[in-house]
């Protein structure tokens, strides 16, 4: 398509985090001579997302600051960009071109990257309000902000969910010496749907040793509330209740394009969208060809990825306008790392599509001693986890790392 009428060529990034972030610096490096706007619907420039559940503060009249502080993005001050902060893509229209805003104003675009995210996923709808509690979500500033002041309260909190989020924020709340209930009704333990029921089982364990009443199945079930409109129930008692229960793609805006949007936004092996020849998508919200297990598309929600897949969408689209070469494919070896309660854990390749287990070192009832695991598929490992206090298994790990990499 040619460039619309004009002087310089405009492209437009749908999502101010991470991966909009890296596009954009990707775009910029390749010297196209374009207008980039950044458009974000949270009022800040891109911040360090997982430094939200990293770190307690001391009491502080300044604590927002501070954290806000504590997750300062390097190159997030780039003036070279156009920042529309607090500004919604309420729609696109691929096909002529446009973004139509939350301002009222439309966006005439050249090039389109779409890096708009997840958001989390909850059980109420509305006001976020089930009768019982007022249902709280951590992903953004503005949610760590609230959260960290309630916890140096030292309220007690009760967090529905045992993925990484939740796993992280009942650590923060016990270091801010909060009562903690955690509650998972769908299944055994902390990681189940990656790590497997045994691995995950072990890990709920060190979480009651470390003063976490762990409710799992109809213990939990029992103590969530009943999400019958008609039957409201009691008013809300205002106790922290954070529900981290995974995350919805942030697609609605792209609805009537005629995308493939059943996982987040399909894209090929360059992060292009097809049929479109100048849109690419990055970050959380892209679903893309896994290169690691040929025949699967893969969506990964970790920072790491976010970077990769951002500055592989912003030099593909810096291509497409004829801005050096094709680029190379999306190459992220997926591996991740937490630390609850004092156990690093650290996860590489993709133990989700594993048929078999293997305890390599160590005891799965004493994770702090270490414990190192091979996840199999067909007797092939595809990847491995590593528990640990210190840092006893460190080189097996590496080893296994290097041979997940060598596949
Ligand atoms: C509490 C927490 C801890 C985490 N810890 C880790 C960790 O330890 N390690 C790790 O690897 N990963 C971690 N993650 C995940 C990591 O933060 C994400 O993978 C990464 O931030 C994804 O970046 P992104 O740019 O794709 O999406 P996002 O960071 O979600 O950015 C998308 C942005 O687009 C905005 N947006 C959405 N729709 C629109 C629209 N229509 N118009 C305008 N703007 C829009 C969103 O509000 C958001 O600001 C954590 C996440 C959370 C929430």
């Not at 299944?187 to 979480?207: Q, T």
């Amino acid at each position: 398509m040619p460039p619309l009428a004009g002087s310089r060529p405009r492209i437009g990034i749908v999502g101010s985090g991470i991966a909009g972030l890296r596009a954009a610096k990707a775009i910029l490096k390749c010297k196209v001579d374009a207008r980039i706007v950044l458009f974000g619907d949270e009022a800040h420039r891109t911040y360090n997302r997982p430094g939200l559940t990293k770190k307690r503060y001391p009491l502080s009249d300044a604590l927002d600051m501070m954290i806000a502080e504590d997750v300062k993005v390097n190159g997030a001050e780039n003036d070279a960009l156009t920042w529309r902060l607090g500004t919604r893509v309420e729609t696109a229209d691929l096909r002529d071109r446009i973004l139509h805003l939350s301002t009222g104003e439309t966006f005439e675009y050249d090039g389109l990257v779409i890096a708009s995210g997840v958001r989390p996923r909850t059980s109420v709808w509305g006001n976020g309000e089930c009768g019982l509690h007022a249902h709280r979500t951590l992903r953004g500033l503005d949610d760590a902000r609230y959260i960290h002041h309630r916890l140096q309260a030292g309220e007690k909190i009760t967090i529905v969910g045992a993925g990484f989020v939740a796993c992280e924020l009942a650590s923060l709340a016990k270091e801010y010496g909060c009562e903690v209930l955690m509650l998972e009704a769908l299944r055994s333990g902390p990681f189940e749907n990656i790590l497997g029921e045994r691995v995950s089982v072990a890990l709920g364990r060190w979480l009651a040793q470390h003063d976490i009443t762990f409710l799992t199945g109809d213990s939990a079930r029992e103590l969530l509330c009943d999400l019958q409109p008609s039957h409201p129930g009691p008013p809300s008692d205002g106790a922290l209740f954070i529900e981290a229960i995974g995350s919805v793609p942030n697609v609605e805006w792209l609805h009537g394009n005629g995308l493939d949007l059943s996982d987040g936004v399909r894209v090929d092996e360059y992060m292009r969208v097809a049929p479109w020849a100048n849109v690419f998508a990055a970050g959380d919200v892209a679903c893309y060809p896994d290169p690691w297990t040929p025949g699967n598309l893969t969506r990964m929600e970790f920072w790491k990825n976010a970077i990769d897949t951002g500055d592989l969408a912003g030099r593909s689209l810096a291509s497409s306008m004829g801005h050096g070469p094709v680029t190379s494919r999306i190459g992220y070896f997926p591996s991740m790392s937490t630390e609850v309660l004092g156990l690093r854990i650290q996860i590489a390749g993709n133990p989700r599509m594993s048929d078999a287990m293997e305890i390599v070192c160590g005891d799965l009832d004493q994770l702090d001693q270490g414990v190192l695991v091979a996840y199999l598929r067909e007797g092939a490992m595809i990847g491995a986890a590593y528990m640990d206090k210190g840092a006893r298994f460190n080189s097996a790990y590496i080893k296994l790392l290097k041979s997940l990499r060598e596949r």
